[in-house]
């Protein structure tokens, strides 16, 4: 075979898909690496994408998507987000993940850079390096509450950064962004003349009965791209709907790039979408409440092993310490799933600095999760033991 391109060489795969190939060879394993919602995708969504698909619905549809779900998803960043937007400039995406490829992808040259966060979501340094954008990273410390520090990334900003990227609530930490920290990056941002890539697919999983601050609420909107998703809110992972609201002058832009790669997202799943955000929200507030319910079930557990973590404020995912096995996260895991029989995904997954984490994902069941959780204390105590 001849070679195929350095960049997908190159690419290195998910850390969080290799500890679940490999957790699969185990058939008892306890699955808490994976961040995908164990609810199933609420009644009244299904009805609408089996209407859909047997009215018609069955034909592509304009690249942006359909109107009636980019009028639904702008009322719902007015309502929900407090983001000032019109239908036009939401762009419709196969999830979230092509609205990040399609803004990168109408942002960047060959050879710019993103700045990310270490630890983050594995899938933006991925999808930045096949499009030969290179990736500089800024820290998230747990001095610092795991919040982004603007005088901290303001260092790693080069002539070639184009866009600062930041997650809130952020995978893998359960970390919002606090509004004075928010305000500092938009203002980092201004002054570098960066774009502002916002990540709020997980806008709706606040705790403690907060909410995210997007960074559009807090002025300027002409260099940010908020991106949200059906994923998470709705259990909706494998129906493949997301979407970027972006500043009236680039959404055409982001459009264009949809024609040439998935034209636009299937025609049931946008009717579903719809549904999804015209129909009750108490699935959402359900779904919430059972994570928020299994977060303080598992802080419970390593508070009383005295196991150090990161509070979680959103998403659904628990950034624990692993520091005192003596391991770096990736033998650490390693053990753990042979031994005990437990996923998790190590903190090298998410940035080079982050290995002396793992991430738990608080989608699993309760009793799976607690007992995932004790073995994980029972291995972390052997480990501590000569
Ligand atoms: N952004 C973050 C931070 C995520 O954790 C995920 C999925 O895990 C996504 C984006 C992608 O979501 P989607 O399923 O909509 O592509």
């Known amino acids: 075979m001849r070679e195929p391109s350095n960049a997908i060489v190159r690419m290195k795969r ?9 957790a699969n060879q185990i058939p008892d394993a306890i699955h808490l690496e994976m961040g995908e919602p164990d609810f199933p995708t609420p009644q009244h969504i299904r009805d609408a994408a089996a209407r859909a698909a047997n009215e ?29 937007a019109t239908p036009n ?10 609205a990040l490829y399609g803004t990168v992808m109408a942002l960047c040259n060959r050879g710019d850079e993103i700045l990310i966060s270490d630890p ?34 303001e260092p790693s900003i080069t002539a070639k950064t184009r866009i600062l990227l930041i997650n809130s609530p ?21 002054e570098h003349d ?12 606040v705790f403690d009965g907060g909410t995210a601050v997007s960074p559009a609420t807090l002025g300027n909107h002409d260099r940010i791209i908020s991106i949200y998703s059906f994923s998470k809110t709705y259990a909706m992972t494998g129906w493949r709907v997301g979407y970027a609201v972006a500043p009236p002058e680039l959404a055409p832009y982001l459009i264009k790039t949809q024609e040439p790669v998935t034209a636009c997202v299937n025609a049931p799943a946008q009717m579903a979408a719809v549904a999804a955000l015209r129909g009750p929200q108490d699935c959402v507030n359900e779904m919430r409440e059972a994570y928020e319910s299994r977060r303080n079930g598992v802080m419970e557990i390593l508070d009383r ?23 770096n996260a990736t033998d650490f895991a390693r053990r753990l799933l042979e031994d005990h029989h437990v996923a998790v995904t190590p903190g090298g997954a998410f940035g080079p600095d982050s290995d002396g984490f793992v ?5 699993s069941a309760a009793g799976l999760l607690n007992e995932g959780t004790n073995r994980l204390v029972t291995a972390l105590q052997a480990a501590h033991t000569p």
């Open 56 to 84: 018609g619905h069955t034909k592509y549809t304009p690249n942006a998507g359909i109107t009636e779900l980019r009028e639904a998803a702008a009322d719902k960043v007015v309502r929900r987000n407090g983001v000032e």
């Open 120 to 153: 983050s979501w594995p899938n933006y340094a991925m999808l930045a390096g096949l499009q030969d954008v290179r990736v500089g990273r800024y820290p998230m410390r747990p001095k610092d509450a795991m919040q982004p520090r603007a005088d901290l990334i």
């Open 305 to 327: 092993a005295g196991v150090p973590y990161v509070r979680p404020s959103g998403a659904f995912y628990l950034w624990i310490d692993i520091g005192g096995s003596g391991m």
């Open 170 to 190: 952020c995978n893998p930490t359960g970390t919002v962004v606090d509004r004075q920290h928010m305000r500092d990056l938009l203002q980092l941002a201004d």
């Open 14 to 22: 998910s850390g969080i898909r290799e500890i679940f190939d490999r």
């Open 194 to 205: 960066l774009w502002l890539i916002s990540d709020e697919v997980y806008d709706e999983m």
């Open 89 to 98: 400039q939401v762009v419709i995406t196969p999830g979230a993940i092509a």
């Open 359 to 363: 991430r738990v994902s608080l989608a």
